[in-house]
């Protein structure tokens, strides 16, 4: 009997003691100098608020780079009316009128959501440079529904 409790408190010690050494190794400063090199490196590009075009849109876009990687974000504030074929796109003036042309815009992707925080790749053969706003614009109906002038960081 005394022997049973024995072996049930060494089982429990070493349960016990291994825990707390995987907690000291977890803790150690390799692992998190390991953390600080995985650290995104992030840095914005340009930033605007939303304007109304042919529906209320509110909320900020910002273009970042995280690692050499460029994105278009929109804020948790973001919102804009429903519509169908509703895409985000680039525009070269930091106005988008309510019709645009073609050759003044590219498009980056359908509308993920109308309203909330999104995230929109930016392709790396897209030069900034020639481009001033964002917009959230339907093509079937060819209409803006609101955009936000990028102003550099």
């Known amino acids: 009997m005394k022997f049973n409790k024995l072996a049930g408190l060494g089982i429990a010690s070493i349960v016990l003691f291994g825990s707390v050494g995987q907690l ?25 608020n939303f304007v109304n075009q042919e529906k209320r849109t509110t909320g900020k876009a910002k273009i970042v780079n995280i690692n050499g990687r460029r994105y278009l974000e929109f804020d948790r504030r ?13 525009h070269k003036n930091s106005s988008i009128p309510l019709n645009i042309k073609e050759g003044n815009y590219i498009t980056l992707s359908r509308i993920k959501s109308f309203n909330g925080k999104q995230r929109y ?33």
Not at 24 to 48: E, F, H, M, Y
Not at 78 to 90: A, C, E, M, R, Y
Not at 121 to 145: H, R
């Open 121 to 153: 790749a930016i392709p790396n053969n897209i030069n900034l440079a020639n481009y001033k706003s964002v917009g959230i614009w339907c093509e079937e109906f060819n209409a803006t529904f609101g955009f936000a002038s990028l102003r550099g960081a």
């Open 24 to 48: 000291a190794i977890s803790a150690s400063p390799a692992q998190a100098q390991r953390v600080r090199v995985a650290a995104k490196s992030t840095s914005l590009i340009a930033s605007g």
């Open 78 to 90: 973001f919102s804009t009316g429903n519509g169908p074929d509703v895409k985000i796109i680039l």
